[in-house]
Antibody, heavy 117, light 110 residues
Framework: QVQFEQSGAEVKKPGASVRVSCKASGYRFTSYAMHWVRQAPGQGPEWMGWINIGNGNTKYSEKFQNRLTISRDTSATTTYMELSSLTSEDTAVYYC??????????WGQGTLVTVSS | QSALTQPPSASGSPGQSVTISCAGT?????????VSWYQQHPGKAPKLIIYEVSQRPSGVPDRFSGSKSGDTASLTVSGLQAEDEGDYYCSSYAGSHTLVFGGGTKLTVL
């Protein structure tokens, strides 16, 4: 079955960077694109960016354009999300999610990133 | 790219039906058939319950149904059950590999 194993919770200081990993299993990794979505406490999901797993092409939300990097390692069936210049407003649960025909069909379990001095 | 608009709350008694709206624009909901709905319980990841406006994934009860008219999509939950209580989010494809989400609706089963 389709599964995603995300890395563990992180606590970061303002100005730092965070890298979250997402290991996929249960399907052909290179056949599906991936999205990263975050959800701040008590808020709805917020789309961050997309990666074509096959060729590595990416698309980022304009909100994160200058400080977000999404990458993948096909040999490890893993996708990565790195967000830099963190502020308290980046405190949220970060999800990787698989795209199936322009919609998300499966989500990772989420990774809590807390930004606090 | 603004968030889709959902009512913050909805409620109904067991057995009743409730409909949740999701208002977008001609750039997202109104322009694509790729509207999906997710159910989320506290501390859990969202779960897909409707895709392509009105399609149900395998295993999702037929009590859940979706529709769209113009720039607004809707999710109807019929025959409400206690386990339907949770947060519901809509999402739409918005072109160029981008997605947009709604702010969420908290469904309470009275």
């Amino acid at each position: 079955q389709v599964q995603f194993e995300q890395s563990g919770a992180e606590v970061k200081k303002p100005g730092a960077s965070v890298r979250v990993s997402c290991k996929a299993s249960g399907y052909r990794f290179t056949s599906y694109a991936m999205h990263w979505v975050r959800q701040a406490p008590g808020q709805g999901p917020e789309w961050m960016g997309w990666i074509n797993i096959g060729n590595g092409n990416t698309k980022y939300s304009e909100k994160f354009q200058n400080r977000l990097t999404i990458s993948r390692d096909t040999s490890a069936t893993t996708t990565y999300m790195e967000l830099s210049s963190l502020t308290s407003e980046d405190t949220a649960v970060y999800y990787c999610a698989r795209e199936n025909v322009r919609q998300i069909d499966y989500w990772g379990q989420g990774t809590l990133v807390t930004v606090s001095s | 790219q603004s968030a889709l608009t959902q009512p913050p709350s909805a409620s109904g008694s067991p057995g009743q039906s409730v409909t949740i709206s999701c208002a977008g624009t001609s750039s997202d909901v109104g322009n694509y058939k790729y509207v999906s709905w997710y159910q989320q319980h506290p501390g859990k990841a969202p779960k897909l319950i409707i895709y392509e406006v009105s399609q149900r994934p395998s295993g999702v009860p037929d009590r859940f149904s979706g529709s769209k008219s113009g720039d607004t999509a809707s999710l109807t939950v019929s025959g409400l059950q206690a386990e339907d209580e949770g947060d519901y989010y809509c999402s739409s494809y918005a072109g160029s590999h981008t997605l947009v989400f709604g702010g969420g609706t908290k469904l309470t089963v009275l």
